[in-house]
């Protein structure tokens, strides 16, 4: 399998949250009930806010959260929900988006009854109508976060680049660019940099796409013969893995723009380094990990208490928590509203996180699919891209 990058993107999102939600909020937990029905939470670790938190959910609804790391990368979870038997053992499940279609057609999630989520009615439109969150025309994916990336850029390296006077990176054209020869770098993940690339030749009009997220045959072997040549010329610097290594590479100045993801620009800066994030003209790679109902509810018996734990998460408390704790967003209002009511001592960066995220995403946006419909192919070329070529 690839390296999935959001594997990286949870274990640096924990290590900068080492603070208590508790804290946070400016409440304890208060006293747990003793007969809440409990319900299994089968999800990436970005998703968990905590006991502090999720005892909110037992205390308002009666229903206990009992949260399990599934490891985040989509090929293994989607192993274990198909070949093994996470879909039985846990009762929801959350998974980065795009897996809804095999997982569905596999029997083993089920969809969700919209009606009683009624909070779900308040979700921003666009996340609403993400066309892989659905399945024979039902909602199988709720968008639970939501964010988009594009790329780290240094300004003081950039502007000494003929061309780059003004410091400034506006186009993922720089990552391709002759003149940042070596200087570049993307991630060694198809699932990220196959779908920024093509993005890049789709809106220069370079390469005719119609879908850049999921490439059909002869668009996938055009941004992938396209890669192949920039390595070959020695284009890239190197394909980062792993979130220190991205870090690092622009931290040492070997590297003066890469694509990637927001949380490594802070990271940077708060070592004193002048690092930028990008806004291309071309747009971003919008990405959500998705609420999944496994059948494993059927079998517990909390189907109900399922839509109810979902409806609650969109309602503020769930969100607020989120935005603090991740930098991520709920697709929807609630949790700044729920954060200024409250008058949460986070409120302010709960109101910055979701405005920030809302922004990006109300751009150019193409949607991140960890399973396109030419998955194998995709596997096939990025074996042949690392095996070929320099580096």
């Known amino acids: 399998m690839p390296v999935d990058s959001n594997i990286s993107r949870r274990d640096f999102i924990y290590r900068m949250a080492m603070f208590s939600t508790a804290s946070l909020f400016g409440f304890g937990c208060g006293k747990k009930q003793q007969d809440a029905s409990n319900v299994s939470f089968y999800g990436t670790a970005t998703l968990d806010v905590g006991s502090d938190v999720w005892s909110f959910l037992e205390k308002k609804d009666n229903i206990r959260i009992r949260f399990k790391d ?3 990368d989509a090929g293994p979870v989607i192993a274990q929900m198909t070949t093994g038997t ?11 988006g795009g897996a809804e279609n095999i997982l569905a057609s596999a029997g083993v999630i089920l969809p969700w009854d919209l009606s009683k989520i009624p909070n779900w009615n308040d979700a921003w439109q666009w996340a609403r109508d993400i066309k892989h969150t659905q399945w024979d025309n039902k909602q199988y994916g709720l968008p639970l976060v939501v964010n988009a990336d594009s790329m780290i850029y240094l300004p003081d390296k950039i502007k000494t680049i003929n061309g780059y006077e003004s410091g400034v990176v506006d186009t993922y054209a720089a990552v391709f660019d002759p003149r940042l020869k070596g200087k570049t770098s993307m991630e060694d993940a198809w699932v990220n940099s196959v779908i920024f690339t093509a993005i890049y030749l789709k809106q220069n009009q370079i390469v005719q796409i119609n879908e850049p997220g999921n490439l059909t045959e002869s668009e996938l ?5 396209f890669l192949i040549d920039k390595k070959r010329e020695g284009q890239f610097k190197k394909f980062w893995n792993g979130w220190e290594q991205g870090v690092e590479l622009l931290r040492s100045g070997e590297v003066f723009v890469m694509t990637g993801w927001e949380p490594i620009v ?11 994030y990008a806004s291309p003209r071309e747009g971003y790679e919008g990405w959500s990990i998705d609420l999944l109902l496994h059948v494993g509810a059927r079998k517990h018996n909390v189907i109900e208490q399922c839509h109810t734990a979902a409806n609650w998460m969109y309602a503020g408390k769930y969100g607020a928590a989120l935005a603090a704790l991740r930098g991520y967003a709920v697709p929807n209002s609630s949790s700044i509203k729920y954060a200024i009511d409250n008058q949460l001592p986070i409120s302010q960066q709960v109101q910055n996180t979701v405005k920030h995220v809302q922004s990006k995403i109300s751009k150019t946006l193409y949607w991140q699919n960890v399973r396109p419909d030419n998955y194998q192919l995709y596997e096939e070329w990025w074996s042949k891209m690392r095996s070929t070529g320099q580096l």
Request: hydrophobic letters at 45%; glycine letters at 14%.
């Open 221 to 225: 072997k055009d941004v992938m013969t």
């Open 266 to 276: 802070k990271a940077l800066q708060d070592q004193g380094i002048n690092a930028a």
């Open 86 to 96: 996470a879909a039985i053992d846990y009762d929801l499940g959350g998974l980065l």
């Open 70 to 72: 599934n490891g985040n």
